[in-house]
């Protein structure tokens, strides 16, 4: 800005007539010299000054000093001068004005976060500065949310040329989300020009396929979500019954222990250690649901063995008794769980958001299926087990302690149900009936995917996750559920002992 | 032992014609504060334990000599006592708080105007009491057909019943499902024109429900008394030794699960004029294992033991959730465990055994064909 033009633009101050005073915001705005944010804010809080004798514009800063507003020298006594009025309307130009300064700010950061805003408020006065910074912007991400921010107004302007109108159409087709569709349409009614309203109408299907291909993405991503708890939830109950025919009604709660572990780890690790809690709560969880496994299975299960439907009803008791101790202990309403850092907020990517809560237990879904291959392929202790899952009679005339294995076995699976509910708490109310709402979801997974292998219990995970995802949005959640079960009992016609269902002989398969 | 539980069924069913007939007499011909006489509220207590009974007798029927553990009885149950709870709704007509002649409170309230298809009829209660009787039933045939056909058996039976009673429960949870949501139905005036709220209705209602548990027990009776009984059993202890003799097993096991059905539809349909409410916790699948345990706990394969663990289980949990509320959950958790582990015949056949003095052969059948099971 030229000297002249600034003091031109100050000596208006001088009047205190509030048309002036608007018109110089106006000009400081769109000059933008490095005072201006300044002198603006200044005049916003009462603290701009005027001395009409000497024409200096000053003003006071918050510490209370006076600064020429000019030179940005300090000024010994401020006696002389008077404050520059201000009303409502004189605000909110301020408030528009200070918007187009910032996006001339040094900081590439701010200037985005600038332009972002005028693409939202869509406000037709911030467009001369908008254009004015795009002609000198250097970085190419802060002109590219210029340039969207101008497309915005143009949009919604009335009086536009042709050429300015598919320019904008252009620019908002290439950002291709919801608000660029819908600044397309708010143009298409604005335009009479045949030309302007095809390159509309192409644009908006391309933007309309876009869109559909991005949400279909993120219905998948919400279906591996859901896939990945339930995985969590139900390999553990595949481990179990697969080995030992029998089902642990107990089994949400080993979850439900997991999920109380992991507050008991926040409430007593010092604030320092808080961002590792989840390093502590995994192992934690997985021994104490796995030494109440081994009780459960030592005390109760193994007199049961040759009676498969009274364990079920055994272990039900056993889940009401844990209940009810959790509830005791704890308390009946719901316990706070917090992310840790690394585990809260999302991002984009592309048209898809992430939650990286979600993300992480997809990640710790994958690492404990892992894990647990690894355990059943190259341990004696897996192969042991895959034995007995196979042919009870025969491992133990092979010379394997059955009850040893089981005892194992049990552990092994209810561990794993104890670092679900780790995961679970993350996402999930951390209340004593934490494990009643995922269990049976997973026997369904484990009847789908039958107990042979695990590979059947991951791809029933996946199969349930993801079709439960993409059936809600179409006919609800629990019509979803209840299609589901429906397809689920005509597919156990087929295939009564699931998809991955052992083979050999056997009198009931 | 047969012959003696026999025996001691006809003492039941003795036992409670006479509860029929007493119970009305003394809680209304006696003066009220004479010490024979039973208040109203606890006939109306009574009347609901007896439908529990009814209850546990059909569940018997299916686990006790079928080997079925169905954890889809409670939905039965909860569908019979919706029929009834429909037709109860629909006599309120206008003393309902909107008034309307026609629509239920709930379906004013949620700005309907005309009455859902599934509604129509159920103001005339022969049509009532039939779909008291045909939707289970036929929820039923459609579920074991597709189950037992496909040889469904054991806890894979059992957990599949309960997702479908799981399923159910959230369905009814929903008001578009258009079955008064998650309050259910409730505000029941009169049936039949007997004001519900009456001691005479009450004790009306106890005679019926008892009425109805010794038609439950006669026709159960008379089902495992006959040929088609003890191939029933047949299929309960070898299934597979059945099927290669010839027998289609799944039509047996279809007929008892059917029936069964039924009975915990009527015993729902009796249930609900006496509680007041029907609403979608009816469904939970917690209710379904809890009627599990009555039979465990009274003796599996006895039908009157059934019936006793049915009405001492409830008894207890009326009692305990009054006196000690937050010990009741790891009582009946407890229960549980504790019959499953040390009373595998429950009470009756303990009692029965203890007088045997001689040990009772266990049950072969299910631990050879699971031993025999990859």
New interface residues.
């Given amino acids: 800005m030229r000297a002249d033009a600034l003091d031109d633009t100050l000596a208006k101050f001088l009047d205190d007539k509030f048309p002036q005073t608007e018109k110089a915001i106006g000009e400081l705005a769109a000059e933008a010299p490095p005072q201006a944010a300044a002198i603006l804010e200044a005049l916003g809080e009462n603290r701009l000054l005027f001395d009409r004798a000497d024409h200096i514009v000053a003003y006071k800063t918050t510490a209370g000093a006076v600064i020429n507003a000019k030179t940005g020298q300090p000024i010994a006594s401020a006696d002389a001068f008077k404050k520059v009025r201000v009303n409502n309307a004189i605000r909110s130009a301020i408030e528009g004005s200070m918007g187009s300064l910032t996006l001339a700010n040094p900081d590439p950061q701010k200037r985005i976060a600038a332009a972002q805003d005028v693409f939202k408020t869509r406000d037709a006065k911030a467009l001369p500065a908008l254009e004015a910074q795009l002609a000198k912007e250097s970085d190419p991400r802060v002109a590219e949310a210029l340039r969207l921010a101008q497309a915005a107004i143009v949009a919604v302007s009335d009086n536009v040329s042709s050429p300015d109108r598919l320019a904008a159409i252009g620019v908002l087709k290439a950002r291709g989300d919801q608000d660029a569709q819908s600044l397309i349409d708010q143009l298409l009614q604005k335009t009479t020009d045949p030309v302007v309203k095809s390159a509309a109408e192409t644009a908006l299907s391309s933007i309309h396929t876009r869109l559909a291909i991005w949400g279909a993405a993120q219905d998948l991503w919400y279906g591996l979500s859901a896939s990945s708890v339930l995985l969590l939830a139900a390999i553990g109950l595949a481990i179990t019954?697969g080995v030992m025919?029998?089902?642990n009604?107990a089994h949400g709660e080993m979850v439900m222990l997991g999920a109380y572990a992991t507050y008991v780890v926040q409430l007593l690790l010092p604030p320092s250690l808080q961002n590792w809690s989840l390093a502590f709560a995994i192992p934690l969880a997985f021994l104490v649901a796995a030494i109440v496994g081994v009780a459960i299975e030592r005390l109760?299960i193994r007199?049961?063995y040759?009676?498969?439907?009274?364990?079920?009803?055994?272990t039900?008791?056993?889940?009401?008794?844990l209940?009810?101790?959790v509830r005791?202990l704890f308390g009946a309403d719901n316990r706070l769980v917090s992310n840790p850092p690394f585990m809260s907020g999302a991002f984009h990517l592309g048209g898809l958001e992430i939650t990286s809560n979600r993300l992480w237990i997809i990640v710790l879904a994958i690492v404990v299926f892992v894990a647990l291959q690894l355990v059943l392929r190259a341990t004696p202790f897996g192969l042991q087990m895959r034995a007995v899952t196979?042919?009870?009679?025969m491992a133990a005339a092979m010379g394997i302690s059955t009850a040893r294995i089981d005892m194992l076995a049990f552990a092994l699976g209810s561990g794993v149900a104890g670092v679900a509910g780790v995961a679970l708490s993350q996402i999930d109310n951390v209340s004593p009936n934490l494990g009643q709402g995922y269990i049976?979801d997973s026997?369904?997974v484990v009847?789908f995917g039958g107990v042979g292998n695990l590979w059947g219990t991951a791809l029933g995970a996946l199969t349930l996750g993801i079709a439960n995802k993409i059936l809600e949005p179409v006919i609800g959640a629990?019509?979803g559920?209840?299609v589901l079960?429906i397809v689920?009992?005509?597919f156990?016609?087929?295939r009564?002992r699931g998809l991955f269902a052992?083979k050999?002989?056997?009198?009931?398969? | 032992m047969s012959e003696r539980l026999d025996r001691l069924g006809l003492v039941f069913v003795a036992l409670l014609a006479l509860a029929a007939i007493l119970v009305p007499i003394l809680s209304l011909a006696t003066p009220a504060d004479s010490a024979l006489n039973i208040p109203p509220y606890l006939v109306q207590l009574f009347g609901k334990y007896v439908c529990y009974a009814i209850l546990a007798v059909a569940l018997d029927l299916v686990?006790g000599y079928c080997?079925i553990?169905s954890l889809g009885h409670g939905a039965f149950f909860a569908l019979g006592g919706y029929a009834m709870g429909m037709y109860l709704m629909r006599q309120i007509g206008t003393r309902g708080v909107y008034a309307n002649p026609i629509l239920p409170d709930f379906m004013v309230f949620l700005n309907w105007k005309e009455l859902p298809v599934a509604w129509w009829g159920f103001d005339w209660f022969p049509y009532a009491m039939l779909m008291v009787v045909l939707v289970p039933g036929l929820l039923s045939l459609a579920?074991g057909w597709?189950?037992f056909?496909?040889?469904?058996?054991?806890?894979?039976l059992?957990?599949?019943t309960?997702?479908?009673t799981?399923?159910l429960f959230?369905?009814f949870?929903?008001n578009d499902f258009g079955f008064g949501g998650n309050n259910g139905l409730t505000d029941f005036k009169d049936l039949l024109g007997f004001s519900l709220q009456s001691a005479s209705t009450k004790a009306a209602l106890f005679s019926a429900s008892a009425i109805a548990l010794i038609a439950a027990y006669w026709v159960a009776r008379a089902i495992i008394g006959s040929k088609y009984g003890k191939a029933l059993m047949a299929v309960r202890d070898a299934?597979?030794r059945m099927r290669f003799l010839g027998y289609r097993v799944e039509n047996y096991k279809l007929f008892a699960f059917v029936v069964s059905a039924v009975m915990a539809g009527v015993a729902g349909a009796l249930y609900v004029p006496q509680v007041g409410i029907i609403n979608p916790s009816e469904f939970a699948?917690a209710n379904s294992?809890e009627a599990?345990?009555w039979v465990?706990v009274g003796g599996r394969g006895t039908l009157v033991g059934a019936a006793i663990g049915a009405i001492a289980v409830n008894f207890a949990k009326t009692y305990f959730t009054g006196a000690f509320p937050?010990y009741w959950?790891?009582g009946?958790?407890?229960?549980?465990?504790l019959?499953?582990?040390f009373l595998?015949k429950g009470l009756l056949g303990l009692a029965l055994t203890a007088r045997d003095k001689q040990p009772v052969v266990e049950t072969p059948a299910?631990?050879v064909?699971?031993?025999?099971?990859?």
């Fill in positions: 019954f025919g029998v089902i009604m109760i007199y049961l040759t009676r498969p439907l009274e364990t079920l009803l055994a039900w008791g056993v889940s009401l008794i209940q009810q101790a005791s196979q042919n009870r009679r049976i026997f369904m009847v629990v019509q559920q209840i079960l689920i009992i005509l156990i016609q087929k009564p052992l050999g002989r056997a009198v009931e398969a | 686990w080997g553990l579920f597709f189950a056909r496909s040889r469904v058996t054991g806890v894979y059992s957990i599949i309960q997702a479908m799981f399923a959230k369905e949870f929903r299934e597979s699948p294992i599990a345990i465990a937050e959950l790891y009946l958790g407890l229960l549980f465990v019959t499953t582990l595998p299910i631990a064909e699971e031993g025999a099971d990859p």
